[in-house]
Nanobody, 126 residues
Framework: QVQLVESGGGLVQAGGSLRLSCAAS????????LGWYRQAPGKQRELVAT???????NYADSVKGRFTISRDNAKNTVYLQMNSLKPEDTAVYYC????????????????????WGQGTLVTVSS
């Protein structure tokens, strides 16, 4: 069973910084794309940033120049460094990953399947 666990959310003043982490665990063979999404109250979930297995990144226009996504493949972890935070960045942030898992019963690689973390709340006060 594969799990994604986020950490690093909290309350910060406008202009401040936070670093989110998301660690994948379980019977992981490899991880393809990783991403961060967010959902503000009363709004739909939206893409924040993605990073491919090769390190190519993509950002929402609203966070370009302020947020940086990175990954540590040895730790199966993805990070989101958030600088110059604004009140409109307030949301629950979710980690997302496309993961190939190893099935020891059949001794085979399965996937990729898409997984979501449980979310971590980021609140930016004005």
């Amino acid at each position: 069973q594969v799990q994604l666990v986020e950490s690093g959310g909290g309350l910060v003043q406008a202009g401040g910084s936070l670093r989110l982490s998301c660690a994948a665990s379980g019977s992981i063979f490899s991880i393809n794309a990783l991403g961060w999404y967010r959902q503000a109250p009363g709004k739909q979930r939206e893409l924040v940033a993605t990073i491919t297995s090769g390190g190519s990144t993509n950002y929402a226009d609203s966070v370009k120049g302020r947020f940086t996504i990175s990954r540590d493949n040895a730790k199966n972890t993805v990070y989101l460094q958030m600088n110059s935070l604004k009140p409109e960045d307030t949301a629950v942030y979710y980690c997302n990953a496309d993961i190939n898992s190893f099935n020891p019963g059949s001794w085979s690689v399965e996937g990729p399947l898409n997984y979501w973390g449980q979310g971590t709340l980021v609140t930016v006060s004005s």
